[in-house]
């Protein structure tokens, strides 16, 4: 990946998480926020039921008060410490009672619990109370109050008639009704349900809403169902349809009778469209904010990277122009900045490479000079001495012996003309590594040039009176041509052959092998000589350096040539006692392969 992508993706990630770390931390405060307010807000709707509550149990209170408290009540506790009551008498009494009294019910009981009369269930006289109204509170609570086809609930207060001797007591109250809730002022966004808990099972007509019957009550049948079972309070949340902003949470909040049994529960309700609203506007700004910072970072990483870059091109482009032989290429940055600094040590280095490499041609030269005056004198110190020699003798003879001049002569000529061609060839082969031809391509099987080559030394493999040499070819059949110069190929892979034959005068085995790697083709030469120790390795392929007796050290150096006029590379693998190998890597030239094929149909046509 490119520096420019890199930093863009960085700027772009960064301002993806800046941007996304910010919209999760304002949601979350906005969230606790609104969480915060609703349990407030849940908080003071609860106050304000409890305070509506007791208002209306105590207007329920002083009612009933003023009931146990009047003429009628008086009178029907004086009649009861006279003897057994005359239900009859009073089957009306607390219809009338409570209708003076604006109550929805009210009962005289006696101290027993037996209902001396009843105003919403006249003909109940005679019935035994369903609690004992002598451990009533003395305030009002809410109790279920049965009538003849149903069940209530209704807010109730028990007061005793102070009168006779017998006990009797007023239990009157209201309902608990739509119109109860109506009186009701929840803020905005809230609203406040009661379920009345008559029955073991959730029933939708139970449930008192402001508006009337609630719409998909089926969603509020869990939550009442888990308060009917613990009995203590608890928090839904209910999706009314599929959009989030209909979504409101439930606090569940049971309420108690005298006796501590849940009657009822009391749902108030948040809606949650307000915080569902928000938090899409803080999506949208964090997506908007998001699309802003990312062309702003495409923008700014643009911009950097041009300005960091582009001195990085130029330091590239000029370390490539160095690498490719120009070594006078500059870098043009004059900024006072790192790449500056960068850019003049990368000049100055380029200076002392050059003035190094001039140097270091210049010593090269002489040694190379010094080494090519070594090796010729060397070389041509072998001849000169039996040329001396001979010469020497010649003269010795014409004058001491005239008469043996001739045979010395026949004798010393022949030594003379060996000699004489010992120099020429000498200087041949200096002459020929001096001249070597630069490769003129032709498509070429390299698996038949091997073979080739093997054939021209099969009768040294098996020479006369040494032991014999076993030839291995493991190549490769699927080997496409390639674009090589035959013959020099042939030259430096024969010179390869010849040392692994030379390598082995006790016999052994040569391995040649072919195999392609990718758009290159291999080939390696292997013997199972002697080796070669570290040091020799390192200068092998170096001019006139030679591990035989009597060589010019030019062999190894020429095929070293041919590799590289060819573009391919030469290497060795060899261990002391452990044969040596010599690897040559070329390229398919497809270039020089298409040029050569092309000529040679040219040609043929």
């Given at each position: 990946?490119?520096?420019?992508?890199?930093?863009?993706?960085?700027?772009?990630l960064?301002?993806?998480?800046?941007?996304?770390?910010?919209?999760?931390?304002?949601?979350?405060?906005?969230?606790?926020?609104?969480?915060?307010?609703?349990?407030?807000?849940?908080?003071?709707?609860?106050?304000q039921?409890?305070?509506?509550f007791?208002?209306?149990?105590?207007?329920v209170?002083?009612?009933?008060?003023?009931?146990?408290?009047?003429?009628?009540?008086?009178?029907?506790?004086?009649?009861?410490?006279?003897?057994?009551?005359?239900?009859?008498?009073?089957?009306?009494?607390?219809?009338?009672?409570?209708e003076?009294?604006?109550?929805?019910?009210?009962?005289?009981?006696?101290?027993?619990?037996?209902?001396?009369?009843?105003?919403?269930?006249?003909?109940?006289?005679?019935?035994?109370?369903?609690?004992?109204?002598?451990?009533?509170?003395?305030?009002?609570?809410?109790?279920?109050?049965?009538?003849?086809?149903?069940?209530?609930?209704?807010?109730?207060?028990?007061?005793?008639?102070?009168?006779?001797?017998?006990?009797?007591?007023?239990?009157?109250?209201?309902?608990?009704?739509?119109?109860?809730?109506?009186?009701?002022?929840?803020?905005?966004?809230?609203?406040?349900?009661?379920?009345?808990?008559?029955?073991?099972?959730?029933?939708?007509?139970?449930?008192?809403?402001?508006?009337?019957?609630?719409?998909?009550w089926?969603?509020?049948?869990?939550?009442?169902?888990?308060?009917?079972?613990?009995?203590?309070?608890?928090?839904?949340?209910?999706?009314?349809?599929?959009?989030?902003?209909?979504?409101?949470?439930?606090?569940?909040?049971?309420?108690?009778?005298?006796?501590?049994?849940?009657?009822?529960?009391?749902?108030?309700?948040?809606?949650?469209?307000?915080?569902?609203?928000?938090?899409?506007?803080?999506?949208?700004?964090?997506?908007?904010?998001?699309?802003?910072?990312?062309?702003?970072?495409?923008?700014?990483?643009?911009?950097?990277?041009?300005?960091?870059?582009?001195?990085?091109?130029?330091?590239?482009?000029?370390?490539?122009?160095?690498?490719?032989?120009?070594?006078?290429?500059?870098?043009?940055?004059?900024?006072?900045d790192?790449?500056?600094?960068l850019?003049?040590?990368?000049?100055?280095?380029?200076?002392?490479?050059?003035?190094?490499?001039?140097?270091?041609?210049?010593?090269?030269?002489?040694?190379?000079?010094?080494?090519?005056?070594?090796?010729?004198?060397?070389?041509?110190?072998?001849?000169?001495?039996?040329?001396?020699?001979?010469?020497?003798?010649?003269?010795?003879?014409?004058?001491?012996?005239?008469?043996?001049?001739?045979?010395?002569?026949?004798?010393?000529?022949?030594?003379?003309?060996?000699?004489?061609?010992?120099?020429?060839?000498?200087?041949?082969?200096?002459?020929?590594f001096?001249?070597?031809?630069?490769?003129?391509?032709?498509?070429?099987?390299?698996?038949?040039?091997?073979?080739?080559?093997?054939?021209?030394?099969?009768?040294?493999?098996?020479?006369?009176?040494r032991?014999?040499?076993?030839?291995?070819?493991?190549?490769?059949?699927?080997?496409?041509?390639?674009?090589?110069?035959?013959?020099?190929?042939?030259?430096?892979?024969?010179n390869?052959?010849?040392?692994?034959?030379?390598?082995?005068?006790?016999?052994?085995?040569?391995?040649?092998?072919?195999?392609?790697?990718?758009?290159?083709?291999?080939?390696?030469?292997?013997?199972?000589?002697?080796?070669?120790?570290?040091?020799?390795?390192?200068?092998?392929?170096?001019?006139?350096?030679?591990?035989?007796?009597?060589?010019?050290g030019?062999?190894?150096?020429?095929?070293?040539?041919?590799?590289?006029?060819?573009?391919?590379?030469?290497?060795?693998?060899?261990?002391a006692?452990?044969?040596?190998?010599?690897?040559?890597?070329?390229?398919?030239?497809?270039?020089?392969?298409?040029?050569?094929?092309?000529?040679?149909?040219?040609?043929?046509?």
């Amino acid at each position: 990946m490119r520096f420019r992508r890199k930093l863009l993706l960085v700027f772009a990630l960064t301002v993806f998480v800046c941007v996304a770390a910010v919209a999760w931390i304002t949601s979350a405060l906005a969230r606790r926020a609104f969480e915060k307010a609703d349990e407030q807000r849940t908080a003071a709707l609860v106050a304000q039921f409890r305070r509506e509550f007791d208002r209306r149990g105590e207007d329920v209170g002083r009612r009933v008060e003023a009931v146990a408290q009047g003429e009628a009540a008086t009178r029907m506790a004086l009649s009861l410490s006279h003897g057994p009551p005359d239900y009859a008498a009073y089957l009306d009494a607390a219809k009338i009672l409570a209708e003076s009294q604006q109550l929805d019910f009210l009962e005289f009981v006696e101290g027993d619990g037996t209902i001396l009369s009843s105003a919403q269930w006249p003909a109940r006289f005679g019935y035994k109370e369903s609690f004992p109204v002598t451990t009533a509170p003395g305030v009002s609570f809410l109790h279920q109050e049965p009538l003849p086809d149903s069940t209530a609930l209704s807010l109730i207060a028990v007061r005793r008639v102070a009168a006779g001797d017998s006990p009797l007591y007023v239990m009157g109250g209201r309902k608990l009704d739509k119109d109860f809730f109506a009186s009701l002022e929840p803020p905005a966004g809230m609203k406040a349900l009661f379920y009345q808990n008559l029955g073991p099972s959730f029933t939708p007509q139970f449930l008192i809403t402001p508006t009337g019957a609630a719409q998909h009550w089926e969603l509020l049948a869990p939550i009442v169902q888990q308060v009917q079972q613990r009995g203590n309070e608890t928090t839904s949340l209910i999706h009314w349809s599929s959009s989030a902003a209909d979504d409101e949470v439930i606090d569940a909040i049971p309420l108690a009778g005298a006796d501590r049994q849940v009657l009822g529960i009391l749902l108030v309700a948040n809606s949650r469209r307000a915080y569902v609203e928000l938090e899409q506007q803080i999506r949208s700004a964090a997506i908007a904010s998001a699309a802003a910072g990312v062309v702003l970072a495409i923008l700014l990483s643009g911009w950097i990277a041009s300005r960091v870059t582009r001195p990085v091109e130029q330091l590239a482009h000029a370390a490539r122009e160095i690498a490719a032989g120009h070594w006078n290429s500059k870098v043009n940055i004059t900024s006072t900045d790192e790449l500056g600094d960068l850019a003049r040590s990368f000049d100055g280095m380029t200076r002392e490479l050059l003035e190094q490499r001039e140097r270091l041609v210049q010593t090269e030269r002489v040694a190379a000079w010094r080494e090519l005056a070594r090796r010729l004198a060397h070389e041509l110190k072998n001849p000169l001495f039996p040329l001396q020699l001979t010469v020497e003798n010649l003269v010795r003879a014409r004058q001491g012996s005239p008469q043996q001049f001739d045979e010395i002569f026949r004798e010393g000529s022949s030594t003379l003309l060996a000699e004489i061609a010992n120099l020429k060839a000498i200087v041949s082969r200096f002459s020929e590594f001096s001249k070597m031809p630069q490769p003129r391509f032709q498509p070429v099987q390299l698996n038949e040039l091997v073979q080739d080559s093997v054939r021209l030394f099969q009768s040294q493999l098996s020479a006369p009176g040494r032991p014999p040499i076993a030839c291995r070819l493991e190549v490769d059949r699927g080997l496409q041509p390639i674009a090589v110069d035959p013959e020099l190929l042939h030259r430096a892979l024969s010179n390869l052959i010849l040392n692994a034959i030379e390598a082995m005068p006790k016999g052994g085995t040569l391995t040649l092998r072919t195999r392609h790697e990718g758009d290159r083709v291999v080939l390696e030469v292997s013997d199972t000589g002697s080796g070669l120790k570290p040091e020799e390795r390192e200068r092998l392929f170096s001019p006139y350096f030679t591990t035989k007796q009597h060589g010019t050290g030019l062999g190894l150096a020429i095929v070293q040539s041919v590799v590289s006029d060819h573009g391919g590379r030469i290497t060795v693998r060899s261990n002391a006692g452990e044969g040596t190998t010599f690897a040559i890597e070329l390229p398919r030239n497809g270039d020089q392969l298409q040029r050569a094929e092309a000529a040679q149909t040219t040609s043929g046509s």
